[in-house]
T-cell receptor, first 113, second 111 residues
């Protein structure tokens, strides 16, 4: 079965600093990968999705970017964090091998101060 | 673009009562409708799902109904228990690709 590793679990960063959140997947090949953000008390907002290496689609204009350097690695980045980037970030994986359930990583709680 | 609306945003019920959460979706091509439960500080986890060729699905105390014509689907929890307290998300997708989530419903079950 699929396993998603996401780190770090918590992060406190100053405004203007860079960001790199990493997500890796085990147990499946060529998955669709997603980054979601959840603001406090709110729903899951789809930020980016990727159907393959180097293929990134952005759902909302923002201060963040994503990259997929390897089949099972998905990275969320920012060059300069804003206060509004604070939130709970979740990586999700969807297997192409007949599954439709999205599996989530443990999440990263980012606080920009 | 695709959109999923979810109501209510907060729901408080007495232990043993039923809880109903409703969602509507905009993309008529959506064919897969999962429901996720998220406990505080944890990742969302799938609790039940339904595909567009089925109108209703039940798993113990949880059931989901789908009205494709009206683009509505609902989650029903019967005999609620305190451990059912969590945030519930509905979602819609085409074959699971690019799952779009509702805003979530915070369910409180009072003992």
């Amino acid at each position: 079965s699929q396993t998603i590793h996401q780190w770090p679990a918590t992060l406190v960063q100053p405004v203007g600093s860079p960001l790199s959140l990493e997500c890796t997947v085990e147990g499946t090949s060529n998955p669709n990968l997603y980054w979601y953000r959840q603001a406090a008390g709110r729903g899951l907002q789809l930020l980016f999705y990727s159907v393959g290496i180097g293929q990134i689609s952005s759902e909302v204009p923002q201060n963040l970017s994503a990259s997929r350097p390897q089949d099972r690695q998905f990275i969320l980045s920012s060059k300069k964090l804003l206060l509004s980037d604070s939130g709970f970030y979740l990586c999700a994986c969807l297997s192409r091998e007949g599954g439709t359930e999205a599996f989530f990583g443990q999440g990263t709680r980012l606080t920009v101060v | 673009g695709e959109n999923v609306e979810q109501h209510p945003s907060t729901l408080s019920v007495q232990e043993g009562d039923s809880a109903v959460i409703k969602c509507t979706y905009s993309d008529s091509a959506s064919n897969y409708f999962p429901w996720y439960k998220q406990e505080l500080g944890k990742r969302p986890q799938l609790i039940i799902d339904i595909r567009s060729n089925v109108g209703e699905k039940k798993d113990q105390r949880i059931a989901v109904t789908l009205n494709k014509t009206a683009k509505h689907f609902s989650l029903h929890i019967t005999e609620t228990q305190p451990e059912d307290s969590a945030v519930y998300f509905c979602a819609a997708s085409k074959g699971g690709f690019k799952t779009i989530f509702g805003a979530g419903t915070r369910l409180f079950v009072k003992a």
